[in-house]
């Protein structure tokens, strides 16, 4: 993406979000917008105003970057070819991409469902659970996120807003390694869900590490394989934000040495372009021919199986799990460098390029809106990652000066926050 802008003036952004607003029902964190964006490219975003912003956020779906031109060429090559296939039948690129992802299985022989998005995978995965167990009850970490269906949502919260009326019965949620009490108190609720929850528990689902970016103790994952194994649970795996080598390997979970029977990826699947997830588990699951668990009319969409295979075949092609790991430890060490002249950074959370900049939010006098609000001038588009942290998820192409640029931004952002000026 040039530098050029378009010279439309300030109105051609705020009138496009000002329609957003009006056309679309309000939710929290999705409308109203804070900018209406013109192009992608890259590392980049840019808005009507010609403004552009380092995307370190990107709903964790650009791993190989926001227009990739490989994946480009490969759909307008698809929707040329075949741009649809119905229930029922095939196509080359869906079982491509079965093949080349249960190829990356480090367990046994392994089959795969795919979905139109992560709520919709989550569900084919308890589905499976239930079907192979015989039982209904689910383990999920209280203040995860595993979607929006009204599954998938009521295992993130123990108690959704009651206007939102009944979620998924069945729901057993557990205190969380990252809260009070740490791993102790997971395991011990684990344990207590495991022997006391009467017919018994399908399934215990979590995201391997948590998408703010907590990671868990050693040791925490081979015992709740262990505890499940003893109590003939099935040990889902949420990788929709964390897998396809965001945190420096394929699988997030080959970080903290303990293999699910099902795993779910999606976000960064379909290349940041098109919508996808998947659910990869142990062939063994594969007991029910009879039943509908994951029957969407998108299941083998040519067009979707196609940009994930592309996305798939680049990571795999270009190391990007590794450059991913290798870029951790240079963040790492430049925010150890910053930390010694910008007092208000401390240091980094998470595993390769899933990671948070932790700050001294006692240096500031505002609240999440108003730092958010300081990195979009200074160019950088991110979230926070609880109240401490910046969330630092960048694509797993980014170049090494685009990666300094960004932490230099961060910082004059910082310094011009604590210093109470822009």
Not at 85 to 91: A, E, Q
Not at 104 to 113: F, I, N, T, Y
Not at 179 to 187: L, V
Not at 336 to 341: H, Y
Request: with cysteine.
């Amino acid at each position: 993406m040039d530098d050029q802008r378009d010279h439309n003036g300030p109105s051609a952004n705020a009138e496009l979000v000002a329609r957003d607003a009006d056309g679309f029902f309000h939710q929290e964190g999705s409308s109203p917008c804070l900018a209406a964006l013109k192009r992608v490219c890259g590392i980049w975003i840019e808005d009507f105003d010609g403004r552009r912003f380092i995307d370190l956020h990107g709903n964790t779906t650009h791993h190989i970057g926001h227009a990739n031109p490989e994946l480009v060429a490969a759909l307008k090559a698809q929707l040329d070819t075949l741009p649809f296939s119905p229930r029922r039948y095939t196509n080359e690129p869906a079982t491509l991409l079965a093949e080349r992802l249960v190829g990356q299985w480090p367990g046994g022989k392994a089959k795969v469902l795919f979905a139109t998005g992560g709520s919709d995978a989550i569900e084919i995965a308890v589905k499976l659970a239930r079907v192979a167990t015989g039982r209904s009850a689910t383990v999920s970490l209280e203040g995860c996120y595993h979607g929006h269906g009204f599954g998938s949502f009521g295992l993130s919260r123990a108690n959704p807003d009651p206007r939102l009326g009944s979620f998924l019965p069945d729901r057993v949620h557990i205190r969380p390694y990252w809260s009070k009490g740490g791993a102790d108190a997971m395991i011990s609720d684990l344990r207590a869900a495991l022997d006391e929850t009467d017919g018994g528990i399908a399934a215990v689902i979590a995201e391997p590490m948590r998408s703010n970016f907590q990671v868990p103790p050693d040791g925490l994952w081979p015992e709740v394989r262990r505890l499940c194994d003893a109590a003939g649970a099935r040990l889902i795996f949420d990788e929709i934000p964390s897998g396809l080598g965001k945190t420096g390997t394929f699988f997030a979970f080959e970080q903290f040495e303990a293999i699910p029977d099902i795993v779910v990826l999606g976000k960064a699947l379909g290349g940041g372009i098109l919508p996808i997830a998947a659910v990869i588990a142990d062939a063994s699951l594969d007991i029910a021919p009879e039943l509908s668990l994951g029957h969407y009319t998108h299941e083998k969409n040519p067009m979707t199986t196609r940009a994930a295979l592309t996305t798939v075949d680049i990571i795999l092609r270009d190391g990007l799990a590794d450059r991913a790991a290798h870029l951790e430890h240079v963040v790492r060490a430049r925010v150890a460098d910053l930390a010694l002249i910008e007092p208000s950074l401390l240091g980094v959370r998470g595993r390769g390029l899933l990671l948070a900049l932790e700050i001294d939010r006692s240096q500031f006098d505002t609240d999440d809106g108003g730092l958010v609000d300081m990195l979009l001038e200074h160019g950088v588009s991110t979230t926070m990652k609880g109240a401490n942290a910046i969330g630092f998820s960048p694509p797993l192409t980014i170049a090494d000066d685009e990666l300094e640029m960004a932490l230099q931004k961060i910082v004059s952002s910082l310094r011009g926050l604590r210093l109470g000026h822009l």
